[in-house]
């Protein structure tokens, strides 16, 4: 048996004393993805920047591969895993063009044929030649996001850690982001953890979905078990009612 | 007929810039009942400046033309900008998108009510706070008088809304014109805010229009929708008949959302199709 791609277990993450990741587990085999649904505060976004060393006050144990994460992160890990944030605006250096953002990278980890990467990272996330030497401002919200993607695949991790990768973007530009994630990661079988408020996004891009409500996961299970729209939990409930938009008699239903 | 609040015709705006004007909305035309309007599109789509230019907020040096645009029979083009800003916030008004920014951060969330009833109803000053609580109350905020002295950092964004809908609604408008009033809650507390405004909408025989990027959304809330692209109206149809789209780019928008219900191995994407600019 192998060890899974990613490992969490007993995960407690504290911000200022306070629990915001409560005693969370959960495994994700090598080129599985695993999406994580919550509402604001919920504390999924904080299990992602735990995994990343992000949120250094927690206890429980992470691992990659087989080996257990200690409190820092070193270049090693960075190869491996790699993320991807929310908003692409504030993600991207405003005063690097495309090319350096890329090459940072690189020379950080000190790979050899730069020039060839970042041409074909370029190419993996469908923006031409033309892209390479502008800055943020001069690119669309979806092209911005298709940066950060291909700066953090141009270091080919193993790993793919995504918090609310497309929430920023309108839904066409979603629909394209979305299947990018999804055909790079086929292809590379890289090992997928996706946060989103979205339900359907994350019913999607994953396998295996945890709803996340309070800091503790109320419900793990296959994305296949949702799309008949029944739960379990009646949290999860609630998150598939509102999913299908606006229904009158639905505060009465809940609030009171 | 009485029954139309609102009837637009050939809306434009328009910004200069260094290589001539840029057109954010071109030639919108159409009339609002006491009903649910929803006005659906992506980014510059041109629909939260059709809501800027009814309520004439559109920031200099942008530029509003229109060959008719009248509110319950009176002619917005001609009038006054004075008269015009009285009937700003008396008879037509605006929820925004987030309340923490659209709230007074130094100021409670009650005065704040109280003080957009005390302009608009000059003589009664008492009666502010009365009907600042009375409103809290319709809005379904559980211990109004507790509330009433929260400043906004004490409150969520949900309950920020509520105050947002409160405000508004004090001072007894015909119109309302919601901009994105819920993108930036969670789910559940959205559903919980859209059900408060529907109340209110219906009970009172407003008229609403509903601003958003949310198809499912709008399709759910609202009785009519119109469907924006590129500052023009790509369609106008009935809200349940949103499954029988004709034009390209709104089957287009359905089709690219990922849903629940069914498993797709990609999401559609559509081109656009610079003949819809004309």
Known sequence: MTAPALSVSHLTVRYSGRAVVDDVSFDVEEGGSFGIVGESGSGKSTVLRAIAGLATDRDGTISVEGQVLGRKRDLAFCRLVQMVFQDPYGSLHPKQTV???????????????????????????GLGRGFRFRYPHQLSGGQRQRVAIARALILEPRILLLDEPTSALDVSIQAEVLNLLKRLAAERRMTMLLVSHNLAVVAHMCLRIAVMQGGKFVEEAPARRFRDLKADHPYTQTLLDASGGFRRGFFAETAK | ?????????????????????????????????????????????????????????????????????????????????????????????????????????????????????????????????????????????????HVYDLYPHEVSGGMGQRVMIAMVLVADPDLIIADEPTSALDVTVSMQVLAILDDLVSGRGLGLIFISHDLDLVRSFCDRVIVMYGGAVMETLAARDLDQAQHAYTKGLLNCLPRLDRADETLPIFTRDPEWLR
Do not use: C
């Open chain 1, 99 to 125: 090319d350096r953002a890329l090459a940072e990278a690189i020379a950080i980890h000190g790979l050899d044929r730069g020039e060839e990467r970042i041409q074909s990272a370029l190419e993996d996330v």
């Open chain 2, 1 to 145: 007929m009485s029954d139309i609040l609102l009837n637009v015709e050939d809306l434009r705006v328009r910004f200069p810039g260094l290589n001539g004007y840029t057109d954010a909305v071109r030639g919108l035309s159409f009339t609002l009942g006491r009903e649910r309007l929803g006005i659906v599109g992506e980014s510059g789509s041109g629909k939260s400046m059709t809501g800027r230019a009814i309520l004439d907020l559109v920031p200099p040096p942008g530029e509003v033309t229109a060959k008719r645009m009248e509110f319950m029979g009176l002619d917005l083009l001609t009038m006054p900008p004075r008269e015009r800003r009285a009937l700003r916030g008396a008879r037509m008004s605006m929820i925004m998108q987030d309340p923490k920014y659209s709230l007074n951060p130094v100021m409670t969330v009650g005065e704040q009510i109280a003080e957009t009833w005390r302009i608009h109803n000059p003589g009664a000053q008492r009666q502010a706070k009365e009907k600042a609580l009375e409103m809290l109350d319709a809005v379904r905020i559980r211990d109004p008088k």
